[in-house]
């Protein structure tokens, strides 16, 4: 298995061999042959070298196929087999960056009522405790820890939203990219 800088009509190739082409795909999947996985070891090395061939290329596959029994008219199911795979990768990183922004509201939300709950207590315990010197450290202490509340749902919407989403664009390229199957020559 290869790849190749940008070649072909501007497209970054990915060059895969097998001996035939049921080698791409998950051999434990029921599904027919259209529909199913494709192998673990094979998603990782087409999604590594389109992450190596750059952003802004666009990708074709080429699958060199070297056992060429039964594999004459290959072109079209192949290619329709690699964009469902791909395409059902996109739902998966939308579902997953949908389920993250559900969670981030859920956290922000009682985040805020922590929040708010502590700037009020924070406020009693200086104004109770206005006489003594450790009263102010003892408001400032509930104020942080309202802070800390704060954390996550910052953390959600500020930086882990962005790997999901880097994700899904890699996976939406995937699905677009050419397909072309190349048979020995007899």
């Known amino acids: 298995m290869s790849a190749e800088a940008p070649t072909d009509a501007g497209h970054g190739v990915i060059r895969v061999r097998v001996r035939e082409i049921g080698q791409l795909f998950n051999s434990l999947d029921p599904d027919p042959?259209?529909?199913?996985?494709?192998?673990?070891?094979a998603a990782r090395y087409i999604e590594s070298w389109a992450r190596e061939i750059g952003r802004h290329v666009p990708l074709k596959?080429?699958?060199?196929?070297?056992?060429?029994?039964?594999?004459?008219?290959?072109?079209?199911?192949?290619?329709?087999?690699?964009?469902?795979?791909?395409?059902?990768?996109?739902?998966?990183?939308r579902n997953e960056f949908r389920d993250l922004m559900r969670r981030g509201r859920g956290s922000l939300l009682i985040g805020l009522m922590v929040l708010a709950g502590a700037m009020y207590a924070a406020h009693q315990v200086a104004a109770l405790l206005a006489g003594f010197d450790w009263g102010a450290l003892a408001g400032e202490g509930i104020m942080i820890g309202g802070w800390v509340a704060m954390w996550k749902p910052l953390e959600i919407f500020l930086y882990d939203w962005w790997p999901l989403r880097r994700k899904r664009v890699d996976f939406e390229r995937l699905r677009d990219m050419k397909v072309e199957v190349v048979l020995p020559t007899p």
């Open 61 to 93: 596959l080429v699958v060199h196929i070297a056992d060429a029994k039964g594999h004459t008219d290959q072109q079209a199911l192949l290619e329709a087999a690699v964009r469902n795979y791909y395409g059902q990768m996109v739902e998966l990183a």
């Open 33 to 41: 042959f259209i529909e199913r996985d494709l192998d673990d070891d």
